[in-house]
């Protein structure tokens, strides 16, 4: 499994930015597929999810009703549309792929395989 992220960026605060993620073939229909940050000193922090099977999404607390993760299969990418930015948003962003369980998809030791970071930076 390869991921490649890309589209991070500097915004204003209340601005918008999209991240995208190219994925190997067959990612989407065998693994969850989600967005993960980490700022200095903080630990990795689950930001959404999507189920292989269905297409269920699950977002953290702190993004919800603000980010849509977004799976497009013909074009092989993920997407995270990031409305409504706060500086706190600012962070490395991570995508990653694995077999996980619905009790377990925040937790980012139950990913396998993970994408290069892609900055984020949100000014006030």
């Known amino acids: 499994v390869q991921l490649q992220a890309s589209g991070g960026g500097a915004v204003q605060t209340g601005g918008s930015l999209r991240l995208s993620c190219a994925a190997s073939?067959?990612?989407?229909?065998?693994?969850?597929v989600g967005w993960f940050r980490q700022a200095p000193g903080k630990e990795r922090e689950f930001v959404a999810a999507?189920?292989?099977?269905?297409?269920?999404?699950y977002y953290g607390d702190a993004v919800k009703g603000r980010f849509t993760i977004i799976r497009d299969r013909a074009r092989g990418t993920l997407y995270l549309q990031m409305d409504s930015l706060k500086p706190e948003d600012t962070s490395v962003y991570y995508c990653?792929?694995?077999?996980?369980?619905?009790?377990?998809?925040?937790?980012?030791?139950?990913?396998?395989?993970w994408g290069q970071g892609t900055q984020v930076t949100v000014s006030s």
């Open positions: 999507i189920r292989a099977s269905g297409g269920t999404t």
């Open positions: 990653a792929a694995g077999t996980v369980i619905t009790s377990t998809l925040r937790d980012p030791q139950r990913y396998g395989y």
């Open positions: 073939a067959h990612t989407f229909g065998q693994y969850t």
